[in-house]
């Protein structure tokens, strides 16, 4: 069936450096969604990207979507402590439910 | 307007008990899905419900059940728990197909002892 893998598991920065979180499907996707766990809270969505190719940015955030649409990332310009958390990515599948990757860890330290 | 509601937040239960976890979706939203989430797994889905039917299941036993009423609030049952139930239990509601937009509850964490 449809898996969805992230890499890397962790990653443990200092404050200011950039991080990147990569998600890749075994199938072709409709469209790949983001969310971010802060530790001891839920998961929040953050986007969905549709289209082959797509860039969208959020502040210091910038998310991608592969031309193929299997593979997308999620990139952190200057990671601030707030941004610690587990950020999963999230594709479709066919019988309408939503696959989660199991997240990269973000641990940043002052 | 309320975002959604997972009750009770803590649970603590011992071996061989059921329990019930109850979610009440965004006012509107018809598709309500539950996962389980361990630390080693991630976020495991369990089933997904939509006007009143089970619309998908994941591949949990079937002691793993749940259920939809009219006004789209879902429980969930877990019976004769095992250790290995323990996790946080978290729903999430979508407008009408799971696999759209979900907005989780704050999830119930499930202790067996």
């Known amino acids: 069936g449809q898996q969805v893998m992230q890499i890397p598991q962790y990653q443990h920065v200092q404050e200011g450096e950039d991080f990147t979180t990569y998600c890749n499907s075994s199938t072709t996707l409709s469209n790949i969604q983001w969310y971010k766990q802060r530790p001891g809270g839920h998961p929040v969505f953050l986007i969905q990207?549709?289209?082959?190719?797509e860039v969208k940015k959020q502040k210091r955030l910038t998310f991608q979507f592969g031309e193929a649409k299997k593979n997308s990332s999620l990139h952190i310009t200057a990671t601030q402590t707030t941004d610690v958390g587990t950020y999963f990515c999230a594709g479709p599948r066919e019988d309408s439910t939503l696959t989660f990757g199991k997240g990269t860890m973000l641990l940043v330290s002052p | 307007k309320a975002g959604v509601t997972q009750t009770p937040r803590y649970l603590i239960k011992t071996r061989g008990q059921q329990v019930t976890l109850s979610c009440s979706p965004i006012?509107?939203?018809?598709?309500v899905s539950w996962y389980q989430q361990t630390p080693g797994q991630g976020l495991q889905f369990l089933f997904e419900y939509f006007s009143e039917t089970q619309r998908n299941k994941g591949n949990f036993p079937g002691r793993f059940s749940g259920r939809q009423f009219s006004n789209s609030r879902s429980e969930m049952n877990v019976s004769t728990l095992e250790l290995g139930d323990s996790a946080l239990y978290l729903c999430?509601?979508?407008?009408?197909?799971?696999?759209?937009?979900?907005?989780f509850g704050q999830g119930t964490r499930l202790t067996v002892v």
């Open positions: 999430a509601s979508s407008f009408d197909r799971a696999n759209t937009e979900a907005f």
């Open positions: 990207l549709v289209k082959s190719g």
């Open positions: 006012s509107g939203h018809r598709s």
